[in-house]
């Protein structure tokens, strides 16, 4: 069998693309990973991506990897994929029908394109391996020896029901479903899939916060000598691709510190929190059912997060005030036409009651024209984002709110960071690659009910076509004056 260090450099194989100088350090620690001797230039250069002190005994069963940006994390895991399916033989273990899979998991389908691209382009370039190839799509390539190698985005539901030769999760740190990370349901789906065939788990990326599974195993294995299944390294993006320029580093360390000590010299950001937990979400939840009807007599308050399109949902939350508590009614999110999606939601308004609805200033001034095309009026909340969230925050702290039984509503506030500027103020706002579109619109109606106080002016309309807004007179507060 060929190992790992033979399939990097041989001519024949992956010599000319892996075996230079700028791929020495991923050779060094691969070839310890499978429990190779290594030489004492390669022994060094374990020692510093590991911090441990030894040489490695044996091989390991995982391999965490804390990387810098553009330090060849998805040319690794492209790589990876391949040499695991295509130099090793499972078919022994496997059951009649039975199928090996290497799985590639990415943070999302841009991601899972390009480290197909990779795969793909590391297996048809050679002849050796191009022979192999039964079929191929955008997603797999189907290998004679029983393998596939498939590419997938970030999904526990995504991995059950297969038998795995390899998991490799590449960008782990930016695993993201609705707004929060799924990385601690999707390891615990790969290990039972991993058992048959004993396969390997790689799980590599630039760190972030330090939460998720990439930061538990960091702190717990990172430096441990003792840990014979567990490999875990940190390195700068330099170190791991020497050719990456300087100046792009240094670039970012002048616009933002924080952010480029995290993507380039691969520290865990110590300025971003989780900004809710998800015992208090689950607290404040009703168990069904997931919208409640109008009632008779009730006032209720609405509030949209509009989009211009793409990701992001058109969002309405409709919702009202019981004693001092917020309960939320509906919540709502569309993808399309924004115009289309106003019309769909004057006809729920309609339904409630409600003459008038409320968004954030960022949405511009066509929200407003386009729902007073429909005889509804729209103002827009003196909070920013993050001041919603924060009022939010203390409605949900003191037991002030009921929350619909929505996963994506959950999911969304669960995945929300606070985030410490360099002036120091708090921001809230959802993790990259992940979305808070129905959580905004929660957090509007939240914000609004269980405001202790009010005062003339506190809400800003629009006003026709110049976008300008002016404070709402006293004599038309009433339709918002619930929290009083």
């Not at 606070?418 to 990259?432: E, L, M, Y």
Request: with cysteine; aromatic share 8%.
């Amino acid at each position: 069998m060929i190992d790992i260090r033979q399939a990097m450099t041989e001519a024949q194989l992956f010599g000319p693309i892996f075996g230079g100088d700028s791929f020495s350090a991923w050779r060094a620690l691969l070839s310890g990973f499978y429990g190779l001797e290594l030489d004492a230039t390669e022994l060094d250069t374990f020692k510093a991506l590991t911090a441990r002190t030894e040489a490695p005994h044996d091989a390991f069963a995982e391999l965490w990897l804390a990387i810098g940006r553009r330090g060849g994390k998805s040319h690794a895991a492209a790589f990876l994929a391949v040499y695991l399916a295509c130099f090793f033989d499972y078919r022994d273990r496997l059951a009649p029908g039975e199928i090996a899979t290497v799985m590639t998991i990415a943070a999302d389908r841009k991601q899972a394109r390009a480290v197909m691209r990779y795969t793909s382009g590391l297996v048809n370039e050679n002849p050796m391996l191009r022979r192999m190839v039964v079929r191929e799509n955008s997603e797999q390539i189907e290998l004679n020896n029983r393998c596939v190698i498939e590419i997938t985005t970030a999904s526990h539901r995504s991995v059950r029901g297969y038998t795995l030769a390899a998991c490799i999760c590449d960008e782990i740190s930016f695993w993201h479903a609705d707004g929060a990370s799924p990385d601690k349901e999707i390891i615990a789906a790969i290990r039972p899939a991993l058992a048959t065939l004993g396969g390997k788990l790689i799980a590599l990326s630039s760190p972030y916060a330090k939460r998720g599974v990439l930061w538990d195993t960091f702190r717990r294995s990172f430096a441990d000598d003792a840990e014979s299944r567990v490999l875990v390294a940190r390195a700068p993006s330099r170190m791991m691709n020497p050719t990456l320029p300087q100046r792009v580093i240094d670039d970012a360390m002048r616009d933002d510190p924080e952010a480029a000590r995290a993507e380039y010299l691969a520290e865990f950001r110590s300025d971003i929190s989780s900004f809710v937990d998800p015992e208090l979400i689950a607290d404040c939840t009703r168990p069904k059912p997931r919208e409640l009807p109008r009632v008779a007599g009730v006032q209720y308050l609405a509030f949209v997060d509009p989009s211009g399109g793409g990701a992001d949902e058109f969002t309405l939350c409709i919702g009202h005030r019981e004693g001092d508590a917020a309960v939320i009614d509906l919540v709502q999110g569309r993808k399309g036409s924004p115009a289309g999606i106003v019309a769909e939601y004057v006809d729920i308004l309609s339904r409630y009651g409600i003459k008038r609805v409320m968004g954030d200033r960022y949405a511009g001034r066509w929200p407003g024209d386009e729902f007073r095309k429909h005889g509804i009026a729209y103002d827009v909340s003196e909070l920013d984002r993050s001041a919603l969230y924060l009022e939010t925050l203390a409605a949900l702290n003191s037991g002030r709110v009921e929350l619909p039984p929505c996963e994506v509503v959950q999911r969304q506030l669960i995945g929300l960071e606070r985030r410490t500027s360099r002036s120091g103020r708090d921001q809230i706002d959802h993790a990259p690659g992940g979305h808070d579109d129905r959580a905004n619109a929660v957090a509007g109606v939240v914000a609004t009910l269980t405001k202790r106080t009010s005062s003339p002016g506190i809400l800003l309309r629009h006003r026709g076509a110049t976008g300008r807004t002016e404070p709402i007179p006293q004599k038309e507060h009433i339709a918002w004056d619930l929290p009083l």
